[in-house]
């Protein structure tokens, strides 16, 4: 622009009413602290990054330009998490993003206020984080993956295979998964009517991983659990020596050579969740917004991996599957 018409421009300005040239001033810089349970380094958890600030972009904050970004990743380790949670709320955010239940527990503890949204997340309702889905009551809301009904599900995929499995380990870390003890009823439940028995199988660290490998002659189902996300290369070698089946929570277990998944897409979650954040800067109270479930489930199923175990997947569920691999 000349000089002549920037000046025109201020002059102009002037002359406008107070309210006017008040509505050109520049928003204020807000500040979102974004807490998740995978690794800095970890594909899933950049590619969830990479799809919460495009979003955020469409709805109109930019990262540096009227919302600060700040990160931090625990790798599944709940210590970890719980220091960054304590970091981010020094920080002084304007708002919270928790993926995955640690993170949500850690940043409750701590922001009595601050609002929180959450994704990635199992029965926020069993878990005490709201008071009802349609309801939430609080500083905190968010979106779903999965619920106990849903380990059922998993549980009747390994049944349907043959040869049939008749015992099966149900795996998860304590620390990480605590949503386990409301999953684990409607666990036993489904295996009594479906003629099975199921095994908890706690692990917590690479040793407790590794002792997989010997759970020979049995099936494999593996809670969602950020740690074993976080460990998936040590369970899935472990899962590959015990020559065993296995279900997991995430495709992301399939692609990397796991033999099946019913899952939910945790990066529309993510997205989804840009637009709740969108609405809480802009003045919605979380108590208002109600907690919301998945719309979709996928279920992926590694035939390679199939053949390598002597598994033969039923034609009705690899008609019904959403992604096979070949």
């Known amino acids: ?13 002037a002359l406008l009413p107070l309210p006017a040239v ?3 001033a520049p928003a204020a810089m807000r500040r979102l602290g974004v ?15 990479t799809i919460l600030v ?23 380790d709940r210590a970890l998490i719980a220091r960054q949670a304590g970091e981010l709320l020094a920080l002084n955010p304007d708002i919270l993003l928790a993926i995955g239940t640690p993170s949500v527990e850690e940043l409750r503890k701590r922001a009595a206020a601050t609002p929180i949204v959450f994704a990635v997340v199992t029965d926020p309702v069993g878990q005490g984080f709201v008071k009802a889905l349609s309801h939430p009551g609080g500083n905190i809301t968010g979106f779903t993956d999965y619920d106990g009904p849903m380990a059922g599900k998993w549980l009747e995929m390994l049944t349907q295979i043959t040869p049939k499995v008749s015992r099966i380990a149900v795996v998860y870390n304590p620390s990480t998964a605590p949503f386990a003890g409301l999953m684990l009823p409607a666990i036993e439940q489904a295996a009594r009517s479906l003629g099975v028995s199921v095994d908890p199988v706690p692990v917590h660290d690479a040793a407790s ?4 490998a010997a759970r020979k002659g049995e099936g494999l189902l593996v809670l969602p659990d950020f ?5 998936r290369a040590r369970l899935q070698a472990a899962v590959a020596e015990a020559r065993i089946p296995a279900v997991y929570w995430s495709r992301t277990f399939v692609d990397e050579g796991g033999l099946m998944s019913y899952s939910t897409d945790s ?18 109270r979380p108590a208002d ?3 919301q479930n998945p719309t979709k489930f996928e279920l992926a199923i590694n035939l390679r991996t199939a053949r390598t175990l002597g598994v033969t997947i039923p034609p009705a569920m690899l008609a019904i599957a959403d992604e096979v691999i070949e």
């Open 22 to 24: 008040a509505q050109t």
């Open 35 to 49: 807490l998740s349970v995978t690794a800095a380094d970890d594909a899933i958890g950049q590619m969830r990054a």
């Open 1 to 13: 622009m000349k000089r002549r018409e920037v000046l025109a421009f201020l002059g102009g300005a």
């Open 289 to 291: 917004l109600p907690v």
């Open 267 to 284: 990066a529309e979650q993510v997205r989804r969740a840009a637009a709740y954040i969108d609405r809480i800067l802009k003045g919605a």
């Open 54 to 76: 495009d979003a955020l972009a469409t709805l109109g904050w930019k990262d540096q330009d009227n919302l600060r970004i700040d990160w931090r990743s625990g790798g599944g």
């Open 227 to 231: 740690f074993t996300l976080a460990n």
């Open 209 to 212: 991983i590794a002792a997989l």
